[in-house]
């Protein structure tokens, strides 16, 4: 059963801006948040950051802080994550993550359900 569904990748120029989309169709009361990872091909998955569905400051790699951020709409159970001024570097596929523990950090260990991934290309 699909319960996270990512969207909103696709091809864009170097410089665009971009939000993609997590929509969590299983979210519980008791669900503590949400994170954003992406894999370069060959790569392990990298996280980006997570936001808590109780609110608060959004956690983000330091070095994606001033380009991505994220927020989250509690009534559709979405978590969006905003890119700006994307570069070629970004190009990746996109993965959200529900953690099982209630904390988000980069340990995938501690994400029991994912998406299947939303693929960002960013050209020159």
């Known amino acids: 059963q699909v319960r996270l569904v990512e969207s909103g990748g696709g091809s864009v120029q170097a410089g665009d801006s971009l939000r993609l989309s997590c929509v969590d169709s299983?979210?519980?009361?008791?669900?503590?948040?949400m994170a954003w990872f992406r894999q370069f091909p060959g790569k392990e998955r990298e996280f980006i950051g997570g936001i808590t569905w109780a609110g608060g400051r959004p956690m983000l790699a330091d070095s994606l802080r001033g380009r991505f951020a994220l927020s989250r709409d509690i009534a559709t159970n979405t978590v969006y994550l905003y890119m700006r001024s994307v570069r070629p570097d970004d190009t990746a596929t996109y993965y959200c993550?529900?953690?099982?523990?209630?904390?988000?950090?980069?340990?995938?260990?501690?994400?029991?359900?994912w998406g299947q991934g939303t693929q960002v290309t960013v050209s020159a």
């Open positions: 299983g979210r519980t009361a008791s669900d503590y948040g």
């Open positions: 993550a529900r953690p099982q523990r209630p904390f988000i950090g980069s340990d995938i260990q501690n994400y029991d359900s």
